[in-house]
């Protein structure tokens, strides 16, 4: 039992807390005798270590290390059989590291969330990390400095990295390993822009810019340079979110004639332009925020084929919000009320409004608007049953109804979402996404396309059915953190491993 604590103050908060548990777990049991359930949080157990002993912890070790490795491996043919034709610029008398074992060392330091290239160069050149590392990987003959890998991607067509990525995520597809998650026949692509990083100086002449506020002592104006990223991602309904493309904004790109900088929606059309080409007959879903609505995106997604889920906001297109206005009580049928987790659905669209945009709206597009109204309860700080509500609103390609309105809304448009998580993930849980490791624009966007593609053979192992429960119990970072701790240890026997490689290592995604 609790000692009750002197503070009348900190008592009072504690009987609060306690309160507020027991009226949370009320509405739990309430919510679960109507038939709603709340979409449960994966979170890692608390609890003390599992192991009972050194040969338990090392079996795990052993388990999860080359479990890790053997998935990665399964894909790591095609793609040193891509890095084997980028043509290299050095020197043949002075190369000492092959360029497929250059850029593999820089594709692993991704994987295994390496900071920068110091600390990489600090912990994978012991010897015990190395010779483990060789173990499983003996591609890499031997391991180069990290500055090998910097000069490396500052000289070759880095373009070439993001291919193979490409590439791997097109064989995925190919043996219908994602079709399970599709929407409405479709793959959903979600596209999102964000900043990379920011400096003072203009290291690059590619760099965005912005002025700041305030001007220096000398009242001249000051510019701080960004650089700035289009990402594609794969998102799908599981929480399955795979890095496919990468567009970086270029002030030169731009109209310099009228000094005008890149901007996302340009960069758009280039993204779309190469993932046409990438994917020519892959049916798609676009999943986009509130800056993509307007009529030159959408007339290209019409032409690509591409079916897309778009947030409209209150203050964008008032011509198609005030045709839904006036239709919306006129259609009385075009109404689907369901309960999706613990929220209360009500959604409402009209079909076919009318769109004109271009010169005295000589152009126009019949779009699709579907608005959901949701509300759930929930208990307050102070212990307080409350009603939340919520209201979203999106622009659909194709029209609406009962039998599709959820699928393409709740299991499509409401996981744009992952996107953002995973540009998230990739910034402040173990990818570094902020920090340049070069300040060459070059070698810059080659470190990019590595991290993008660590990030998805991860993502990959995550949702496998050989490493799912190992990520669930540990938790994703700290299950990387555990495979990078066992590859610096004496956990691994020479002939175990090679034993254990030999096998062949199937992706089952779950």
């Known amino acids: 039992m609790s000692k009750a604590s002197r503070r009348p103050a900190r008592q009072a908060a504690q009987a609060l807390r306690k309160a507020r548990r027991a009226k949370l777990r009320e509405l739990r049991e309430t919510q679960?005798?109507?038939?709603?359930?709340?979409?449960?949080?994966?979170?890692?157990?608390?609890?003390?270590?599992?192991?009972?002993?050194?040969?338990?912890?090392?079996?795990?070790?052993?388990?999860?290390?080359?479990?890790?490795?053997?998935?990665?491996?399964?894909?790591?043919?095609?793609?040193?059989?891509?890095?084997?034709?980028?043509p290299d610029p050095r020197q043949p008398k002075k190369i000492k590291h092959k360029l497929t074992s250059v850029l593999l060392y820089g594709l692993l330091v991704f994987v295994l969330h390496y900071a920068s290239r110091r600390a990489a160069n600090t912990e994978m050149t012991r010897p015990v990390f190395e010779e483990n590392l060789l173990k499983l990987f003996p591609e890499l003959e031997s391991l180069p400095h990290a500055d090998t890998l910097f000069r490396l991607l500052r000289d070759i067509d880095v373009a070439q990295i993001e291919q193979a990525h490409i590439d791997m995520v097109n064989q995925l597809l190919r043996k219908k390993k994602l079709a399970r998650w599709r929407i409405n026949n479709c793959y959903p692509i979600a596209i999102d822009g964000t900043q990379k990083n920011s400096r003072a100086s203009l290291w690059s002449e590619s760099l965005q810019e912005r002025r700041r506020s305030a001007a220096d002592a000398e009242g001249e104006e000051r510019y701080q340079y960004h650089v700035y990223v289009l990402e594609a991602n794969l998102c799908f309904h599981n929480g399955m979110v795979i890095p496919l493309m990468s567009e970086f904004l270029d002030y030169e790109k731009g109209d310099t004639e009228h000094a005008k900088q890149d901007c996302e929606l340009n960069a758009f059309h280039r993204l779309a332009v190469r993932i046409k080409a990438a994917f020519p007959r892959l049916p798609i879903m676009l999943l986009l925020d509130g800056l993509y609505p307007n009529g030159p995106l959408m007339a290209r997604c019409t032409h690509y084929g591409w079916d897309f889920m778009i947030v409209l906001k209150d203050d964008s297109l008032p011509t198609v919000w005030s045709e839904y206005q006036a239709l919306a009580s006129l259609l009385p049928n075009q109404i689907h009320e369901r309960c999706w987790g613990d929220r209360a659905q009500h959604f409402r669209w009209v079909n076919g409004i009318r769109y004109e945009y271009g010169n005295n709206g000589r152009r126009h597009h019949l779009l699709n608007l579907v608005v959901c109204e949701e509300q759930w309860q929930n208990v307050d700080e102070q212990s307080r049953l409350i009603t939340k509500k919520s209201r979203h609103a999106w622009l659909s390609a194709r029209p609406l109804n009962p039998a599709n309105v959820h699928s393409r809304c709740n299991l499509g448009a409401r996981h744009r979402w992952g996107i953002e998580s995973s540009i998230l993930v990739e910034k402040h849980q173990g990818y570094s996404y902020e920090h340049l490791f070069a300040y060459d624009w070059t070698a810059l966007r080659g470190y990019h396309y590595l991290m993008r593609m660590a990030h998805a053979l991860n993502t990959l192992t995550r949702f496998s059915a050989a490493l799912a429960k190992s990520h669930a119990a540990l938790g994703i970072r700290a299950f990387i953190a555990f495979v990078r701790n066992t590859y610096s240890g004496p956990w691994l026997d020479a002939l175990a491993v090679a034993e254990r490689m030999n096998r062949p290592f199937q992706l089952r995604l779950i």
């Open 32 to 86: 679960g005798a109507a038939g709603q359930r709340p979409t449960p949080r994966a979170e890692p157990s608390s609890r003390v270590s599992a192991y009972q002993s050194v040969g338990e912890e090392a079996a795990e070790r052993f388990d999860a290390l080359t479990s890790h490795a053997g998935l990665i491996r399964a894909k790591l043919p095609g793609l040193l059989k891509h890095f084997a034709r980028i």
